[in-house]
């Protein structure tokens, strides 16, 4: 058996490979210009953000340094030759690492209480009012864009120092955050039952409770969940402007030198937020199968 | 017209006994859960010290803090605070693209389907978790501590916290790509590399260029923040308006974030839609 390859005609086979070229050119001009436009924004943010190589280099050597000093204890000796030593502290520390996890706890509780309230309002297909609807989006819009140290750093001045200003701001960044994605799921919801429900005379809170919520109530707890390893992050530096929580134990060590306490209070916030990780990964999968991991 | 079938409630009940009768420990563990749920929310509530006098004066003052926001106003410093915004912005866009050049060769490293043996694939992994359990404002801390106070500081930051969350995402995606074009570069004689050029990249960079846009986008945020502890940008602003209490200038700061990540939010929205295409931004 030969194998045929049929040749095109010269002519009809110049203005396709005309074309060809015509495509791939433009496409490689689109490319080339866009990766111009990018490299001109990435110097322009480099001269605003005084970027200075030569300090980086110069002080490179302190970035590698720096690691090696937390390691080491005031003796001279490594860290893991004295554990008693490194962390003599870990009475303390844990107290308030324990302080940290239920500030965030608390935080997401509070804003996934909210956020509930809410979302009904804020999602297209249940909102009982295109105008409502829009007050409560930007209300939320606020609420997720202003970061919560923000929050933190004012509520400290209205509340006064302390655990409370972590947890308030913490509770409203989860507000505004689970709020969106709670409206989200509310909208992907099957609309179905809810006609069901009004067609026996319901209100809409009945329609809500007993068409919407058997839908969603296994999504909003693997969000909330989701937001609790998010928060515990956040309340781990909530410490630093005064919130409470092991932050300031911590910005205290890095500021004031205490090298191998910087290291052992990092290493123990790595720990826990591993282990909430782990812990809320493992009670998402069994609370509600396979789909509801991701 | 059917006839329904007549079926006694009797037999019903005693055919399906799950759905009537319950056993006693699933119909209480809805209960129990909320309960205990609860109990660590009023636990937490003793234990950081709330208390409603405090939550009502604090609201009072949250009220006449909110009373002098208004209208925000920032006075003769307006050049100031654009120059701190321009800052900002250029932090989040050079921090992450600094971690994404860096993440992408070793996001390859912690991949499934580059690195099959999990003896060099869990070191990687772990180092990046490691990374990432760290907020990027406590690597703002450790930077300063090596360049200096300052923008730059900030940039770092940034870069070193998100490189942690890239590798993982950027090793999730290569993960997520099809194996069969890999083979087909292999059957025809390709090396390891050519295989990771021209058989992984074409299917992940396009999910790549979005991530690094969505992170732009959301380190905007981080970057407006870094700043409180000193690592430049407009937060440094910020802390320092809060601190001497001029409401009317901390709220026009805020105004100037919420108009400044609406932008970017726009903008990215926009690249992303033309880098991807409509399927995968919804």
């Not at chain 1, 050119?25 to 605003?48: D, E, H, T, Y």
């Not at chain 1, 500030?103 to 997401?108: L, P």
């Not at chain 1, 007993?210 to 989701?226: C, I, K, N």
């Not at chain 2, 950081?48 to 006449?64: A, K």
Request: charged content about 15%; aromatic content about 10%.
């Amino acid at each position: 058996m030969t194998i045929a390859v049929s040749i095109l005609p010269e002519q009809q086979l110049a203005t396709l490979n005309a074309a060809y070229r015509k495509a791939v050119a433009r496409k490689r001009l689109r490319l080339s210009v866009g990766a111009l436009l990018f490299v001109a924004a990435l110097l322009v943010a480099a001269i605003g953000a005084e970027v200075n190589l030569r300090t980086l280099f110069t002080y490179f050597g302190n970035f590698i340094s720096y690691f090696d000093r937390i390691l080491t204890l005031d003796s001279g000796q490594r860290v893991w030759t004295d554990f008693g030593e490194w962390f003599w502290g870990w009475r303390k520390w844990l107290h308030l690492l324990g302080e940290t996890l239920l500030i965030s706890y608390v935080g997401t509780l509070i804003g996934a209480v909210f956020a509930f309230a809410l979302n009904f309002l804020a999602a297209e297909n249940t909102s009982p009012g295109p105008w409502l609807r829009f007050a409560v989006q930007r209300l939320l819009e606020f609420a997720r864009t202003v970061p919560g140290i923000v929050f933190a750093l004012i509520f400290v001045i209205a509340f006064g120092l302390g655990p409370m200003a972590g947890v308030l701001a913490i509770a409203i960044h989860s507000t505004g955050a689970l709020g969106k994605q709670f409206a989200e799921f509310v909208e992907n919801a099957d609309m179905k039952p809810v006609e069901g429900v009004r067609s026996t005379g319901a209100s809409w809170l009945s329609c809500m409770r007993f068409a919407v919520l058997p839908q969603v109530s296994a999504g909003y707890a693997s969000y909330a969940l989701l937001r609790f390893e998010i928060n515990v992050r956040e309340a781990s530096v909530m410490g630093f402007v005064g919130a409470g929580g092991i932050g300031m134990e911590l910005i205290v060590a890095i500021r004031k030198f205490y090298y191998s306490d910087v290291s052992a209070i990092l290493l123990t916030i790595i720990a826990t937020v591993f282990v909430i990780d782990i812990a809320t990964g493992w009670v998402r999968g069994h609370l509600f199968g396979k789909e509801a991991r991701t | 017209m059917s006839r329904r079938p007549h079926i006694e409630p009797e037999e019903l009940r005693k055919r399906y006994p799950q759905v009537f009768d319950p056993p006693i420990t699933s119909r209480l563990a809805t209960p129990a859960m909320l309960a205990a749920a609860l109990a660590i929310l009023v636990f937490g509530l003793v234990d950081l010290d709330f208390s409603v006098s405090r939550l009502i004066n604090g609201v009072g003052q949250l009220g006449w803090i909110s009373l002098m926001m208004l209208p925000p106003d920032p006075g003769s410093s307006l050049p100031i605070y654009l120059k701190a915004l321009g800052e900002t912005l250029s932090i989040a866009l050079l921090g992450t693209t600094l971690a994404a050049v860096f993440a992408l060769p070793v996001s390859l490293l912690a991949a499934r389907n580059v690195i099959p043996s999990a003896i060099f694939r869990f070191p990687v992994r772990r180092f990046l978790d490691s990374i990432r359990g760290v907020d990027t404002l406590i690597w703002a801390l450790v930077w300063i501590n090596v360049v200096g106070l300052g923008p730059f500081a900030g940039v770092l930051a940034i870069a070193v916290a998100d490189f942690g969350a890239f590798g993982k995402l950027f090793s999730e995606a290569i993960e997520g790509a099809d194996q069969k074009q890999v083979e087909g570069i292999r059957a025809s004689g390709g090396s390891a590399l050519h295989e990771i050029r021209f058989g992984l990249m074409p299917q992940v960079l396009p999910v790549i260029a979005g991530q690094v846009l969505y992170f732009i986008e959301s380190n905007t945020r981080s970057a407006t923040i870094i700043g409180i502890v000193g690592a430049g940008g407009i937060g440094l602003q910020l802390a320092e308006q809060i601190r001497v209490l001029e409401w009317q200038k901390v709220s026009f700061l805020i105004l100037m974030i919420l108009v400044a990540v609406a932008a970017i939010d726009w903008i990215s929205g926009k690249l992303r839609f033309a880098i991807i295409g409509q399927r995968a931004v919804a």
